[in-house]
């Protein structure tokens, strides 16, 4: 079952059971599914990576969003951003822990051959994609400037 799928039988769900929260953060990521896949074209399919960006493009903006409500005062709204955020990451894989981030990164690091700071690029690169789902990007790129010593 792709994660598209996922998401329509969930929102059938979140409808029957009138869970409001859950109801509104599924939509959103419906909506974002078909505005996806009619900018490739008409009978375009999105690939799971795709899917993974969509989702993660989603809690993202509604973290960001949250942390905006936080700093205005703004709880009533604040906790909608974060409710429906944590109902969209049920639909990412699972974060890896920080140990096995660094042990991932340090292979990546000697696989490109990365000597200083200056070699940031190409460990960004790689470690992107293989890390794509499992680790936020602000995380990786920490952890690169750490282990390059920066």
Do not use: H, W
């Amino acid at each position: 079952m792709s994660l598209a799928e996922k998401i329509a039988s969930d929102l059938i769900i979140a409808m029957k059971a009138k869970d409001k929260v859950s109801l509104e953060a599924i939509r959103a990521a419906k909506t974002a599914f078909v505005l996806a896949r009619s900018e490739k074209g008409a009978d375009a399919v999105l690939s799971a990576g795709d899917e993974l960006k969509i989702i993660q493009k989603l809690v993202k903006q509604r973290r960001e969003s949250a942390a905006i409500y936080k700093e205005q005062n703004r709880p009533d709204l604040y906790e909608k951003e974060i409710t429906e955020a944590e109902v969209l990451e049920k639909y990412l894989p699972a974060k890896m822990g920080d140990d096995e981030l660094v042990q991932i990164i340090k292979g990546i690091i000697e696989k490109v051959g990365a000597k200083s700071v200056a070699d940031l690029g190409k460990v960004m690169g790689v470690a992107s994609k293989e890390l794509a789902g499992k680790a936020d990007g602000k995380e990786i790129s920490a952890k690169v400037k750490e282990l390059l010593g920066a």
